[in-house]
């Protein structure tokens, strides 16, 4: 058995796996049911025993499901393997099935009239691929909490938030629809809350807690009224396609229509048929041109109506994904627990806008105008955060600045259509990022809790482990060759440069020059950090004289994650050949079968033209210059010039912008002033007007006074006697017997 | 054979006669006797009607309001002698404790 045959077998074949995908999110609900019940009880060993292995055996789960999805079978031939398929579309004609994918559908969730929710599960090689930086990267992260909250009185809470988190984001991964997708996403948003605000006696922590919830909230607003909005388009697209529009989406009328009554009409694979129907067409068929017809997006084009929601999914991935206006929230979650900010805040949550529009791929590419709008979003937020990094003291601050750009820059990879480099970073970006949070907390760990990296420095013979880690993932993300973060920047940069949006050829190249610019940034700001903490004398104004290396439990993970952020660069090797014989990247290759309807929309529809080439060498020395240039100018002024003029005050200029920088481009006054200020305004009106005025006094006092004054009124008629009494009764039955008799004269 | 609206007639003036009665009287027994006087107008109205028809629904009503009377009147002078025992008097006006 050779080692390509070795992975195209799976030890649990998919139809015996299938019916169990729910365990994998089972497993960690159950942790957290435990945890958060019984943690008390249990005590600290037991709660961190129950909890690292529920993601754990999450996490062989979801090995077991990933290798699952490649299953073949021997088939005719000398030694030919037929590829299985495990997940039935049905929405296609008979006998579609996706491949590389397995599904289970447990039913009926919810339906109401035509509206109707199974709750499905899937996995193919994006949401696959994702389980396995969940689950690993979580259970890493699990397990280096066990050392770093071992003084903390809540453990047993801590570990029940970060299993129900790990819960909800599984449910995020495998949902097969928006609804349950959606269900993951309110999910991770309230884990998050929870864990940032985890230390709630702090009051600054619980309002960083509160204000990415409400940042978080403004968010899923949008996300929903766009689901609503899907909703709509698929019945109009079921009022008006014709035969040549299913027979484009390879399908036809009656299949849709009983798929949608077996399905709902919000799971991806049915919207993406709608997409391949909706694709442009010189004929008389159902395009985005077309008017809709009926209901309440009457006199609207399918194009216009799906660029709007797609516009209100980017809002809503921008308040999860921490890009502008919303990402405001994110360099404030830093309140939480270091590994939380690893867990959620760097690999895997605040991603779920990228896997979001990677899902949606099929529809994003319908619309140029939402690509471009995701890619200059992604551009403009990468730079602006990048440039408030370069000023922050807070070494969690830097990094979670630092996210925020890299976010950014998948955001303009998914903007541009070159979705599998987009899906890359984001795995790379999990490796690198979440090393260097906990590289970060280890050196907290050992310096008393100290997190202004003025007050650290010299901590490379101190920390080796973190110190040699930290070094890997700073090169990582720098773009230094040969690590992952290196290759997964370029493959983006590059498909940025040479994709193209039909009607917006400039996007292309601004985005382009941005992300180079980004590039030095990003080299600039994370080797100053790197400088700042780990090299030259140790600060005098040091909390403790002398720091101490970290357990193993927290080493563990760091050096694990530190060879994953290396290594994790073969993905982006062009070993493969595509389809035309091109060589084609590794990973572009093994997500080719979640991005073929996108490809087939894209050429299709020539919404946007998708380049397919490599890099050249030169391209790669250009890049690696970039990086070179900033990292450089960093060592330069942080070994060499500062240090020499240590004592001499700054130029004024310089003392302005960096004070711009710091105080974050006074983005969240501005916030404040435009924002929060009217809303508080409008709130006092209503409180004073609504609230205490028509509410409390007119409505809730002012029944008790009219009852009151109703009721000494009626008291003089209450004089006990029965006889009184008798005669009022007798009076009524008088009245009533005078009035039907006048109904029977009449 | 005497029309039916004799007996109606005089059903509705026994009624009248003893609603007068609960309606006036003083005394708590003359008062229970009215309220009886009243149950058999309602009676005679029932064995009226019944006897119109010729089926033997009304008789079945009557005979109800004849059970339903016998307990009434039982507990009634019972909470009668009662009142007498704790009070010493039988005089509706006396008894205002509905007041309270």
Redo the contacts between chains.
Sequence with gaps: MNLAEFFQVAPVAPDLLAPSLGLIIALPLLGAFICGVFGRMLGRANVHLIACSAVAGAFVLSVLAFWATSHTAPGAGDGARRLLAFYRNPFGIEADFVRYALAYDYGTWFAVGDFRVNFGLAVDHLSGILLLVITGVGFLIHLYSTSYMEHDDGYWRYFAYLNLFVAAMLTLVLADNLVLLFVGWEGVGMASYLLIGFWYTDPAKAWAGRKAFVTNRIGDFAFLIATFLMVLLVSAFTRQANAGDYAMAGSNSQRYQAALQEKGPLTFKGLEKMAEGLMDSNSDKVDLTTPIEAGPLEGYTFGGVMTAALLLFLLGAAGKSAQLPLYVWLPDAMAGPTPVSALIHAATMVTAGVYLFSRMAALLVLSPTAMATVAIIGALTSLLAALIAFAQDDIKKVLAYSTVSQLGIMFMGVGMGIFWAAVLHLVTHAFFKACLFLGAGSVMHGNGDETDIKKLGGLRHEMKWTWGTFLVATLAITGIIPLSGFFSKDAILHGVHHNHLEGLHWVSSAVYYLGLVIAASTAFYMTRLYLLTFEGPRSKEARVAHAHESAWQMTLPLVVLAVLSVVAAVYAFPLMRSSSGQPQAVFENFLSPVFSAMNRIANGAKTVELDTSVPHLADYVFAWLVALSGGGAAAFLYLRFFPARAGQPAPAFARAVRRTAQNKFYVDELYEFIVIRPVKFMSFILFRVVDALLIDTVAVRGTAWVTARVGSALRYV??????A???VM?LALLGGVAYALIQVMQ | MVPITYYLLLAAALFCMG?FG???RRNALV?FMCVELMLNAANLTFLAFARMRGDSIGHVSAFFVIAVAAAEAAIGLAIVIAVFRSRGSVL??D??????
């Design positions: 209450q004089t006990g006697d029965a006889q009494y008798a005669a007798a | 609603m609960v309606l006036v008062v509706v006006e008894i205002r404790t509905m007041k309270h």
